[in-house]
């Protein structure tokens, strides 16, 4: 159902999608998907869900922390797999983690940004052994800043894609570096 769901978002976009439409193109009854979602909001947080595990489990498998030459290239890793998943995920170009639909789409009592920003300093820390709380802030703070630079290219289209992934690189760097930097 999930993946139905995935492929009509690509098609007709989050309004154009309903459950019977899910149901239709899962081969299910309509009543078969009410057993396991409400409505078709919680069909399109449920494959939120899968993307966020999808994109955490990406990290932990390419990233590998500790025989990295820098730290960048953690960094670039980590765009690389969002730019990857926007380009190839069914449905994650439209709704990548909800962001679209409702701010809160993840998780009811936290923003989608603070749910995936914790996400990805668990993976970091427990890689180097930090505490998360050490990171998140400085997490939340790059996972903007990118995923800002980006929208440049993947959702308003104002400039090409290659120079703003390359530019989201560089700022999150450079940003990050500082971060470093005052803690020394």
């Not at 999608?17 to 009854?29: C, D, K, Q, S, W």
């Amino acid at each position: 159902m999930l993946t139905a769901c995935a492929e009509l978002i690509d098609e007709l976009g989050y309004d154009g999608v309903t459950t019977t439409l899910i149901a239709e193109r899962a081969g299910v009854a309509v009543g078969s998907l009410y057993q396991f979602f409400p409505d078709k909001r919680a069909v399109v947080q449920a494959l939120t869900k899968r993307h966020l595990d999808h994109f955490t489990s990406e990290i932990e498998q390419r990233v590998d922390w500790a025989h990295l030459e820098h730290w960048w290239h953690g960094v670039d890793t980590i765009i690389d797999i969002y730019v990857e998943m926007y380009r190839t995920v069914p449905g994650f170009s439209r709704v990548r983690f909800g962001d679209v639909i409702d701010i809160r789409l993840i998780e009811d009592d936290r923003d989608n940004n603070s749910v995936i920003a914790e996400q990805i300093a668990d993976v970091v820390g427990s890689k180097y052994d930090l505490p998360v709380e050490s990171l998140y802030k400085q997490i939340t703070v790059a996972s903007d800043i990118g995923d800002a630079i980006l929208a440049l290219a993947f959702r308003r289209r104002l400039f090409g894609e290659e120079e703003m992934i390359t530019e989201a690189k560089q700022v999150v760097r450079a940003y990050l570096a500082g971060q470093m930097y005052q803690q020394d």
